[in-house]
């Protein structure tokens, strides 16, 4: 839109619905609004007092967007098929809220202007979109980012492509997931932070804090949406939207905290996850949505269902027909409908009824109105719709410079015998080879709505850079790949998941390399040439035989953008290695879901030679093969001089020190990570619980110390009345490099 077209839309918005409405609505009043501490402005209420139920209704709907085909559909189930003038139509008539995962600001502007032009109550539309790990310029996806360590580097990530969403006309994102996976099966970790919930919690917070910027109304803001509520990573056998049924224990420890981080964070909006918990579908769960959510911790925002979440309470076995679904939602605390309409279709007629009471449908609406007004969005409808801005904010060079450093900074080293890497960037002959060496396909990952692989840059492209004259092979054909790889000095062999194996929908049973690849594999380690293996990845893989030997071993996941160079920069020591697993991977398939935090069950399985009796597999020892937290540099990393300043922990906290000392020839970073172990407790207690990490950048030879301090409310675990509980009694603790090291161990004393 030009600046005349933004003039007049505004200015008839302002003759329209500005003057009788009188928004006094200052951002921030809205926004404690909706965190439920303030009533909303007058104006909001005199608005709902005007409102039709149906125009209610139509505040609760929201829809895949229809123009331009609808990226959305390529990424849910195809929906009932809807038109961008049917879409027009709805607007003018105030029965849609907004839509998701539409085309950028032109699409926004003619909607906006339909709404506010034509609608009878001139209401803004709302622009929501999965904005998962960027727009166009594409980051590492969460998981990779997660397993920087680094919520600061998340928070960037999230800042920026909040820059890039709001420049195209949206408001809202479907992010950050921050649903624990704690089941490789499961193709939706990748979307998340991993097992972890100390490192879920910082990384959600983080998230939520790049995308809303300065303050919701900031025209570079995008609200956030928490999601999927609650354990949907949690699905028997990992087989995605399957049921759960977990303890309420379990619940309150692994699933909910970090969406209390992300609302703490200030995330005004909530999706609820498609599966049961414990018979009960969390989109029709009342104590979820209302006596844990709203009751307990006081949420003041927006519920959200998924998609079609509401109707699929029908296939669930839990609603009789859509209008019972609907009913059921909505009574249980879903706020607003994504894609079935069945909240337009039948939400007027059960108030009407008198099945849904009027007072609840006001709630709702109240609900989004004040969205709309901490978005600033009644000030000015049009403040993240234009086509201009949204032009020159795509793509920068800043934005694509933090999608390399991002990728470089996502990027796991396993293992690097004889320090085989750095590659010499010179006088090595090196053949890239396997089906991920390039051809700029599997760079961007899975659950990206706006980015291509055509717009991101390669393995063999970035690799030319420095060695021009590095030979490709696509491993399709093994005597090729064998010859090509004999005619090397190195052999760089990019190999894993593509990106359609993981994501929604896309559980594996095997979450191993795909056979074609591990006889590639194979090949290559029997030429007896040193190779390197890329793992491409968006889960926790048990690795075999050519790939888990590997002389140098490094996960790169799914890293965007600059997939190509963040690697290249590793590879060649322009980045050292940083990362660190945010998910354990186990040795085989079979032992999942595997996590660190484990319970030490009565007969725990001994270090060493498997003994009878033991809490172990016929054929493994139930430890991982790289468990959370692992991760190695180009430095040398020595661990020494534990130093706790008590004994006990009382009411003054306890610290904890160590000095971490670089005895390598090359500068690196380390994750140093503090675990701790409740001994006894009146509930069993996990054999190691993540509780602080921190990143020292360390030149050769120099040494740094590190500090760590530990209240008594870092040691509440949900005790016997299901509430936060401390006991007195014996701790372990270590500082360590990964969460099975040893590290440094000491013992405290909770008095
Ligand atoms: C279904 C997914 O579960 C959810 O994460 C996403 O936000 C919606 N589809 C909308 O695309």
Not at 491 to 516: C, D, F
Not at 525 to 548: D, F, Q
Not at 550 to 557: D, G, M
Request: hydrophobic share 45%; with cysteine; net charge neutral.
């Amino acid at each position: 839109m030009n600046g005349q077209d933004r003039r007049i839309s505004r200015r008839a918005w302002l003759a329209g619905a500005g003057a009788a409405l009188a928004w006094s609505a200052s951002p921030a009043r809205a926004l404690l609004a909706i965190t439920g501490e303030r009533p909303l402005p007058a104006s909001v209420e005199a608005l709902i007092s005007r409102m039709t139920l149906v125009e209610k209704a139509g505040q609760l709907n929201l829809l895949a967007a229809a123009w331009a085909g609808g990226a959305a559909i390529s990424l849910n189930p195809a929906g009932a098929a809807s038109s961008f003038d049917a879409q027009l139509r709805m607007v003018r008539r105030g029965e849609l809220t907004g839509v998701f995962n539409g085309n950028g600001a032109e699409m926004a502007r003619r909607m906006q202007t339909e709404a506010v032009r034509r609608s009878r109550l001139k209401i803004p539309l709302l622009f929501a979109a999965d904005v998962i790990h960027g727009l166009r310029t594409v980051f590492p996806v969460p998981l990779a980012e997660a397993a920087s360590f680094d919520p600061d580097l998340a928070r960037r990530t999230a800042r920026a492509a909040a820059v890039e969403a709001s420049a195209s006309g949206i408001d809202w994102t479907f992010a950050p997931m921050v649903d624990i996976a704690r089941d490789a099966r499961w193709g939706r970790g990748v979307e998340g932070s991993g097992e972890d919930v100390l490192l879920g919690r910082v990384m959600a917070a983080a998230r939520v804090e790049g995308f809303q910027g300065s303050g919701l109304a900031a025209p570079d803001a995008v609200a956030a949406c928490a999601k999927h509520f609650v354990a949907y990573g949690a699905g028997e056998a990992g087989l995605d939207y399957n049921s759960v049924d977990v303890s309420e224990r379990t619940l309150r420890d692994i699933y909910f905290p970090p969406f209390q981080a992300a609302f703490a964070a200030g995330a005004p909006t909530v999706m609820a996850s498609f599966n049961d918990l414990s018979g009960i579908p969390a989109t029709g769960n009342p104590w979820l949505l209302d006596t844990v959510l709203r009751k307990e911790w006081g949420f003041g925002g927006l519920v959200v269902s998924d998609y079609t979440g509401d109707e699929e309470l029908i296939a669930h076995g839990f609603a009789k027909d859509g209008r019972d679904a609907a009913r059921l939602a909505f009574l249980a605390g879903v706020d607003m409908s994504m894609q079935s309409g069945l909240y337009l279709k039948y939400l007027p007629d059960l108030v009407e009824k008198g099945e849904v009471p009027l007072a609840r449908l006001d709630e709702a609406v109240r609900r989004v109105l004040a969205l709309k007004v901490a978005l600033g969005l009644f000030d000015d409808p049009f403040r993240r719709i234009d086509p201009a801005r949204e032009k020159a904010r795509l793509r920068t060079p800043e934005t694509l410079a933090l999608a390399r450093e991002a990728g470089a900074r996502s990027i796991v080293m396993l293992r690097n015998e004889g320090d085989l890497l750095p590659l010499p960037r010179s006088g090595k002959k090196i053949a890239l080879i396997g089906p991920f060496a390039g051809g700029g396909h599997d760079l961007i990952g899975p659950w990206n709505v706006y980015g291509t692989d055509r717009e991101a840059v390669d393995l063999v492209t970035a690799v030319r850079e420095t060695v021009p004259d590095a030979t490709m092979d696509d491993g399709s054909n093994l005597a090729r790949a064998v010859a090509a790889a004999r005619a090397a000095d190195i052999v760089v062999l990019a190999i894993g998941e593509t990106q359609t194996m993981s994501g929604e929908a896309q559980s594996r049973t095997e979450i191993v390399v795909p056979a074609e690849q591990q006889a590639l594999a194979e090949a290559i380690a029997a030429t007896g040439k040193p190779y390197v293996v890329l793992l491409r990845t968006g889960r926790a893989l048990a690795l075999s035989g050519a790939v888990a030997k590997a002389p140098a071993l490094l996960v790169t996941w799914f890293l965007g953008s600059q997939d190509g160079p963040a690697i290249a920069d590793v590879l060649f020591g322009v980045a050292s290695p940083s990362a660190r697993l945010p998910v354990s991977f186990p040795r085989a398939s079979g032992q999942v879901p595997y996590y660190y935090a484990h319970r030490n069950t009565g007969r725990p399985n001994p270090p060493g030679a498997l003994q009878p009796y033991k809490a172990h597999f016929r054929d493994y020892p139930n430890s991982a093969l790289f468990p959370f937290g692992y991760g190695l540099t180009y430095g040398e990393m020595v661990y020494s001089d534990l130093r706790l300043s008590s004994k006990t922990l009382g009411d003054t906290p306890l610290t904890i020190r160590a000095t971490i000392t670089n005895t390598g020839r090359m500068a690196a970073t380390e994750a140093v990570q503090l675990y701790i172990h409740d001994v006894v407790a009146s509930v069993t207690q996990p054999v190691r619980v993540l509780k602080a990490f921190t990143r020292v950048t360390l030149a050769p030879g120099a040494r740094q110390e590190v500090s760590f301090t530990l209240t008594r409310a870092d040691l509440s675990f949900i005790g016997r009345e299901l509430t936060p509980t401390t006991e007195p009694g014996a701790f372990r603790l270590w500082i360590a490099p990964s969460a099975e090291a040893e590290g440094l161990a000491g013992t405290f004393t909770l008095t």
